[in-house]
């Protein structure tokens, strides 16, 4: 089975520009989260979509920040304009919510440096 | 959810038993016990999670305590490919507010 795919891996860009992570989940998972991890602040819970509703967006950092899921398969996380700090790996993870204890796969990350 | 308080980092040696700690003292009746682990530059893995009875799978073993207080997950037969962060949380069933905390860097040496 394909797992939690993610694009791009890696994102070099410059301060200012606006930045778009992508994010597949695993077919007939109904929740999708995006986590930002940084060595100073560790795995940090951004935003997560229950049957593509937001739910809790409490960690997204600032307006700049943005997350959208038109559909079940694809989730956009979008950064305008974006700053060095927020250089960090972004992590998309997905579960089956009907299960109640049903675990989080998570993606391979996209790891984004701005300068 | 409750807060988990796990050691910072430990040790192993390969092919020993790696017994990793987690205090959740505050856990409520109907909050699970996860088991997650970091390999560097990987997404977290999912590794086995209990509400109060012992469970094992074919990754590891996680030992809960009568009073529900404390975890401890272990693995068995420790290689290098187990270093990694292993991460405690504590959830109830059915919200899916999955937080991670520190976690406890687990080094395995030759």
């Known amino acids: 089975d394909a797992g939690v795919i993610q694009s791009p891996r890696h994102e070099v860009t410059e301060m200012g520009q606006e930045v778009t992570l992508r994010c597949k989940p695993i077919?007939?998972?109904?929740?999708l989260f995006w986590y930002r991890q940084t060595m100073m602040r560790g795995l940090e819970l951004l935003i997560y979509?229950?049957?593509?509703?937001?739910?809790?967006d409490s960690g997204m950092p600032e307006d700049r920040f943005s997350a959208k899921m038109p559909n079940a398969s694809f989730s956009t996380l979008k950064i305008q304009p974006s700053e060095p700090r927020d250089s960090a790996v972004y992590f998309c993870?997905?579960?089956?919510?009907?299960?109640?204890?049903?675990?989080?796969?998570f993606g391979e990350g996209s790891r984004l440096t701005v300068l | 959810d409750a807060k988990t308080t796990q050691p910072t980092s430990m040790d192993c040696a390969e092919g020993r038993a790696a017994n990793l700690p987690c205090n959740h003292s505050?856990?409520?009746?109907?909050?699970?016990v996860y088991w997650y682990r970091q390999i560097h530059s990987q997404g977290p893995q999912y590794i086995i999670h209990?509400?109060?009875n012992n469970e094992t799978n074919e990754m590891a073993s996680l030992i809960i305590t009568e009073d529900r207080k404390s975890s401890t997950l272990i693995l068995p037969h420790a290689t290098l490919r187990d270093t990694a962060v292993y991460y405690c949380?504590?959830?109830?069933?059915?919200?899916?507010?999955?937080?991670f905390g520190a976690g406890t860097r687990l080094t395995v040496k030759p």
């Open positions: 209990g509400l109060k």
């Open positions: 979509f229950n049957n593509n509703v937001p739910i809790d």
């Open positions: 949380i504590v959830r109830v069933a059915g919200n899916n507010d999955m937080r």
């Open positions: 077919s007939g998972h109904n929740s």
């Open positions: 505050t856990i409520s009746g109907n909050e699970y």
């Open positions: 993870a997905s579960r089956n919510a009907g299960r109640n204890t049903g675990e989080l796969f």
